[in-house]
Structure formats: structure tokens, C-alpha cells
């Protein structure tokens, strides 16, 4: 069927000194999808292990490029539609995104349509960050603050004075679940001496700490505001810096195990719970009305 690709396909080309565009190619094999399509987008800084988890996703070793130098291996973002591997007559699509804050990329300025639409693309919207849920996190996670002005939604305007709490409904219907995904975390997962999961961890992550400028604070809020549905996984390291550069290659055996109970976790999470896209309205989007 046309659901089935080998590989993944560049679907939204971003192009040095250009506006991104859409490849025409990759639209027809999306239109051609008569099945509800799950749609899962991971985006985060350049070089953090997004693809990897991606061709995990896939149910196989390569597909993403995972590039093991410094320079940001993916361009645009890149679909991969596959049979979904726990939902009958459901097609699973994969996005994999362009690394965020690429210093030598052209055009910086694409970031922040790159994030926004990876956001209403998909019902399931990953963030990939390293080391810990910390300011330096948040900071980056800028481009969540910036949706507002990229996302206009057509609606009837506000009948209260206020009008924020209004747009911010308008905006969730269209929003997809999130998911935090923080890799080579090396931190007890602890609060005041006591063990808590990784979606407290998350919670308390995003709570307004007093004395905290306005604006440093401004993340935070858009992250609890847009995304009422939240989630939390921690990664350790998955091998030695030196074996990472052959991650595609190296088989499991040389690979942290409790790596990979944290991949499979967040496997078997991902296909199990993650939902097919829906539009206003509560219609379910097949391939054909994306």
C-alpha cells in the first residue's frame, strides 16, 4: 500500500536562502493515506539523538540520518509513513526535524516555522533536550512562545474583555500531546529527599518559582497553557562518547541496558498511547485531508 515507505522523504524542504517549501513527492505518498494517521513529531537542538529515536519508532536499526558530527545532519523535516505497529488500519507517520540553533545554517529565522509546524502536524509532539530540565532547557524552548504569533486560528473573537484565556482555547484544540524526552541524564530522580516519577519531575520542572523574572517564566506557562496533556521520559547516556559515533552500527549488547529499557519504555508508550490526529470539529485526519 502507499502507507508502506522504505525510507523516509523529505516533506518540508528547507533550503539555503529560501522559504521552506513542500515536496510535492512526499505529499502524494501523505494524500494517498486512507487510514487515520498517527503523527509523531520530535524536534530539539541539533545533534541531541532525535533520529535515533525516530528509526526506533520505525521498528528498524536505520532510516533517520544520524550523523555522528557536529554538523546537523537532517534538513526540513523528513515524513516516514509506516504500518502502526499496535493500531489496526492506522498508519503511523513519523517526523524527524531539522536540528534547532544550527549556528551555520543560512536561515535561523525557519526554526520557528519548523517547530510551529511540527506542532499542528502532529497529535504526538516530542521534545528532545540533554542533561536536565534546567533554565538553559527552558530558554530554548523559545520557539513555544513565539506560536501565538506563527498560529493564527480563525474563530469568532472573544466576547469577554480579556480575550487570552479564549485565544489559548482555540489554540489547544489544535494542539497534540507532549512529551519531554531528556537524554544522558545522569541526576537522581528525587525532590526534598524523596523518589518521584519522571512526570513530576517534569511538573515541578514547569512550576512558577518565586522571584523568577516575568519572561524567564514565559516558557514555562505557554508549555502548561498549550499543552494540557504532558509526559515525561529520562534516558541514560547510551554508550561511551567514543562509541557514539557508530550508533547505527553498534549492536545492543554494546549498548547501556538501561538505555534501552528507556527506549523500549518509551516504544512501547508512544505506540500504545499516542492518538490519530483530529481536527476542529473531532473529525480524524487520514492522509487525505492533511
Known amino acids: 500500500t502507499p502507507s508502506i515507505m522504505e525510507e523516509p522523504m523529505c516533506l518540508i524542504e528547507n533550503n539555503p536562502k529560501e522559504q521552506l517549501?513542500?515536496?510535492?513527492?512526499?505529499?502524494?505518498?501523505?494524500?494517498?493515506?486512507?487510514?487515520?494517521?498517527?503523527?509523531?513529531?520530535?524536534?530539539?537542538?541539533?545533534?541531541?539523538?532525535?533520529?535515533?529515536?525516530?528509526?526506533?519508532?520505525?521498528?528498524?536499526?536505520?532510516?533517520?540520518?544520524?550523523?555522528?558530527?557536529?554538523?546537523?545532519?537532517?534538513?526540513?523535516?523528513?515524513?516516514?509513513?509506516?504500518?502502526?505497529?499496535?493500531?489496526?488500519?492506522?498508519?503511523?507517520?513519523?517526523?524527524?526535524?531539522?536540528?534547532?540553533?544550527?549556528?551555520?545554517?543560512?536561515?535561523?529565522?525557519?526554526?520557528?516555522?519548523?517547530?510551529?509546524?511540527?506542532?499542528?502536524?502532529?497529535?504526538?509532539?516530542?521534545?528532545?533536550?540533554?542533561?536536565?530540565?534546567?533554565q538553559y532547557a527552558l530558554e530554548k524552548l523559545q520557539y513555544v512562545t513565539e506560536l501565538t504569533k506563527r498560529i493564527k486560528v480563525k474563530s469568532t473573537p472573544p466576547k469577554d474583555s480579556e480575550g487570552e484565556e479564549e485565544d489559548s482555547s482555540d489554540f489547544l484544540r489544535f494542539f497534540p500531546a507532549f512529551v519531554w524526552a531528556v537524554r544522558d541524564f545522569s541526576l537522581l530522580l528525587k525532590l526534598n529527599g524523596k523518589p518521584i516519577t519522571e512526570d513530576e519531575y517534569l511538573e515541578n520542572a514547569l512550576k512558577r518559582k518565586k522571584g523568577t523574572e516575568k519572561k524567564l517564566d514565559l516558557a514555562k506557562k505557554c508549555i502548561r497553557q498549550y499543552f494540557p496533556s504532558r509526559k515525561c521520559f529520562v534516558f541514560d547516556r547510551p554508550a561511551s562518547r567514543r562509541a557514539l559515533e557508530e550508533l547505527e552500527d553498534l549492536p545492543e549488547s554494546k549498548l547501556n541496558p538501561d538505555f534501552l529499557e528507556q527506549v523500549q519504555h518509551f516504544c512501547s508508550y508512544i505506540h500504545e498511547q499516542a492518538q490519530a490526529k483530529v481536527i476542529q470539529g473531532g473529525h480524524t485526519v487520514t492522509g487525505t485531508c492533511e
Open 21 to 134: 517549501r513542500v515536496n510535492q513527492e512526499a505529499l502524494k505518498i501523505l494524500q494517498s493515506i486512507q487510514q487515520p494517521v498517527v503523527v509523531v513529531a520530535i524536534v530539539g537542538l541539533y545533534r541531541t539523538g532525535k533520529s535515533y529515536l525516530m528509526n526506533k519508532l520505525a521498528g528498524k536499526k536505520k532510516g533517520f540520518s544520524l550523523g555522528a558530527t557536529i554538523q546537523a545532519q537532517t534538513m526540513g523535516i523528513w515524513m516516514w509513513c509506516l504500518p502502526h505497529p499496535k493500531k489496526p488500519d492506522h498508519t503511523l507517520v513519523l517526523l524527524d526535524t531539522e536540528g534547532l540553533g544550527d549556528v551555520e545554517k543560512s536561515n535561523t529565522a525557519n526554526d520557528s516555522w519548523i517547530f510551529a509546524l511540527s506542532i499542528l502536524l502532529s497529535s504526538t509532539f516530542v521534545y528532545n533536550s540533554m542533561g536536565t530540565i534546567d
